[in-house]
């Protein structure tokens, strides 16, 4: 079975510090897929990365930045010089291969990030 | 393109009502699904449909149907709805299992 955890409840911080957020996983298969999506206070669910269990470089895109660690099965995310604009929940999630059993996304509990003025 | 819609946006029912949640995607996926979010909580898959004309039951199915009308839309039944399926429900598309899933802006359900 499938599993996402995403320890961190809630963090907190200034305008401009920087924040991580973990995800560690937990799959039988090799071939997988992570992803993480943002949920702003309005609600929607807006997708941000995709990431395949045979790359393992990191990736930047902008402010965000993602490390992903096959070794400790992690797939965390970095938002530098966080704004106000970056408060929400952040979702990481965990499908297995593709086919039939691709279309079981498996979601972490999430992270709260308020980031204040 | 919309994307990915869901109707109604808000929905209040009593205990034991019946009603159906619809979904339309217009981005020629093949995959169409369903989920739950409670508070505090990820998304749990409810129904999932692979392709047209396919169903299949996720994490929790109990208490729900679903139709897959055609390769556009996909619904969710509640047959008696109870108190425990206040919840917020996301319908959402992919190209196939593995891929990307797109989520329509959500239906906020309460049952009384």
């Known amino acids: 079975a499938q599993k996402v955890t995403q320890a961190q409840t809630e963090i907190s911080v200034v305008e401009k510090e920087d924040v991580t957020l973990d995800c560690v996983y937990e799959t039988r298969d090799t071939t997988y897929y992570l992803f993480w999506y943002k949920q702003p206070p309005s609600g929607e669910l807006v997708f941000l990365i995709r990431?395949?269990?045979?790359?393992?470089q990191n990736e930047i895109s902008g402010r965000y930045s993602w490390n992903f660690q096959k070794s400790t099965s992690s797939f965390n995310f970095t938002i530098t010089a966080s704004q106000v604009v970056d408060s929400a929940v952040y979702f990481c999630?965990?499908?297995?291969?593709?086919?039939?059993?691709?279309?079981?996304?498996?979601f972490g509990g999430g992270t709260r990030v308020l980031v204040k003025p | 393109n919309a994307g990915v819609t869901q109707t109604p946006k808000f929905q209040v029912l009593k205990t034991g009502q019946s009603m159906t949640l619809q979904c339309a995607q217009d981005m020629n996926h093949n995959s169409m699904y369903w989920y739950r979010q409670d508070p505090g909580m990820g998304l749990r898959l409810i129904y999932y449909?692979?392709?047209?004309?396919?169903?299949d039951k996720g994490e929790v199915p109990n208490g729900y149907n679903v139709s897959r009308l055609n390769k556009r839309e996909f619904s969710l039944r509640l047959e008696s709805a109870a108190p425990s399926q206040t919840s917020v429900y996301f319908c959402a598309s992919s190209v196939g299992g593995g891929y990307t899933q797109y989520f329509g802006p959500g239906t906020r359900l309460t049952v009384l």
């Open positions: 449909s692979a392709s047209e004309g396919t169903t």
């Open positions: 999630a965990l499908s297995e291969a593709r086919g039939a059993a691709g279309n079981k996304l498996t």
């Open positions: 990431r395949n269990s045979f790359d393992e």
